[in-house]
């Protein structure tokens, strides 16, 4: 599976961004899907997930209410709306799948995206 992510940019703090990431090379929907992301000097973070189907979806707790992950599997892509951005989301943004039911540790994701750069202003 090879996975495109994009929709990164520079906004302000109380802005919008919609992530997007691409997947090809595989039946996608039966693969779940996690952002994560990775700030300068910190580790890498879960963010959000969603299943395969699509019917559950979970995140980390700064960001709910905040941010709403999607998948439109008829076009191999999940979304990450994140809204009400903080410059405490200021990172760059992975996406990563996995077969099966998602997880929280970045370890058991095989295939990752190239990451998108997102960054919050005050």
């Known amino acids: 599976v090879q996975l495109q992510a994009s929709g990164g940019g520079l906004v302000q703090a109380g802005d919008s961004l919609r992530l997007s990431c691409a997947a090809s090379?595989?039946?996608?929907?039966?693969?779940?899907v996690a952002w994560f992301r990775q700030a300068p000097g910190k580790e890498r973070e879960f963010v959000a997930a969603i299943n395969y189907y699509g019917g559950t979806t979970y995140y980390k707790d700064s960001v709910k209410g905040r941010f709403a992950i999607s998948r439109d599997n008829a076009k191999n892509t999940v979304y990450l709306q994140m809204n009400s951005l903080k410059p405490e989301d200021t990172a760059t943004y992975y996406c990563?799948?996995?077969?099966?039911?998602?997880?929280?540790?970045?370890?058991?994701?095989?295939?990752w995206g190239q990451g998108t750069q997102v960054t919050v202003s005050s």
């Open positions: 090379g595989r039946v996608f929907s039966t693969y779940s």
């Open positions: 990563a799948t996995r077969e099966g039911p998602y997880n929280l540790g970045s370890r058991t994701y095989s295939y």
